[in-house]
């Protein structure tokens, strides 16, 4: 069964530009979690779909945003770049939901802005 | 809000050593907890987890046992190897149950 991909695996971009990141989930897996890794603040929850629908959403400027599509494939957007914005994205899905169900994560994307 | 503590890292020991890293949480209900296992250059990976009060999680010699009174869930293995040096996250579900809110993570250096 192949895991959770994540394209690309590596990012450059420039302070005010936007970014899409994309999240392939495990056949079967409805549910899609995004997380930013930073060494500073560590791994905070981002949004998390289900079935197209955002059930949930951390605490990050409307900047970012999320879309989950039919087959499950999510994608996560980035405007307006910021150097703060400089981390690793990781994706991670689950069969119904990250805490009843085991949540797999993909290797992430690193994203540098400059 | 809801949030999880774990002891500051690195953590260096030699193989065979006793592992301790310690975990609280401060949460409102009754959260499920787990421990997340993050090799270089990979994703995490699910060690363990515990859904209730004095619930124990144990996976590849790893244990934590889920303990309310102290609202902790610390990680333990009773003889480390080289291989296990990676970073261990400790976390806990949101009141949601769609989120996972993770502490800062513990570095593990075993050396042989």
């Known amino acids: 069964k192949a895991g959770v991909t994540q394209t690309p695996r590596y990012l450059i971009k420039t302070r005010g530009q936007q970014v899409t990141l994309s999240c392939s989930p495990i056949?079967?897996?409805?549910?899609v979690s995004w997380y930013q890794q930073t060494p500073g603040q560590g791994l905070q929850f981002l949004f998390e779909y289900f079935s197209e629908t955002q059930r949930n959403k951390g605490n990050f400027p409307g900047r970012f945003s999320g879309r989950q599509f039919s087959n499950s494939r999510s994608e996560m957007n980035v405007s307006t770049l910021e150097l703060g914005d400089s981390a690793l994205y990781l994706c991670a899905s689950s069969y119904l939901g990250p805490t009843s169900y085991e949540q797999y994560f993909g290797p992430g994307t690193r994203l540098t802005v400059t | 809000g809801d949030s999880v503590t774990q002891m500051e890292g690195p953590v260096t020991l030699s193989e065979e050593a006793f592992l301790t890293i310690n975990c609280t949480y401060t949460?409102?209900?009754?959260?499920?907890l787990f421990w997340y296992v993050q090799y270089p250059g990979e994703g995490l990976q699910l060690l363990l987890k515990?859904?209730?009060?004095?619930d124990k999680g144990s996976n590849k010699g790893f244990e934590a046992t889920y303990r309310k009174e102290t609202t902790s869930f610390h990680l333990e293995k009773g003889s480390v190897q080289v291989s296990d040096s990676a970073v261990y996250f400790c976390a806990l579900s949101d009141q949601a149950g769609t989120a996972l809110i993770f502490g800062k993570g513990t570095t593990l250096s075993v050396s042989s």
């Open positions: 056949s079967g897996h409805r549910s």
């Open positions: 949460a409102t209900g009754y959260p499920s």
């Open positions: 515990a859904t209730k009060a004095d």
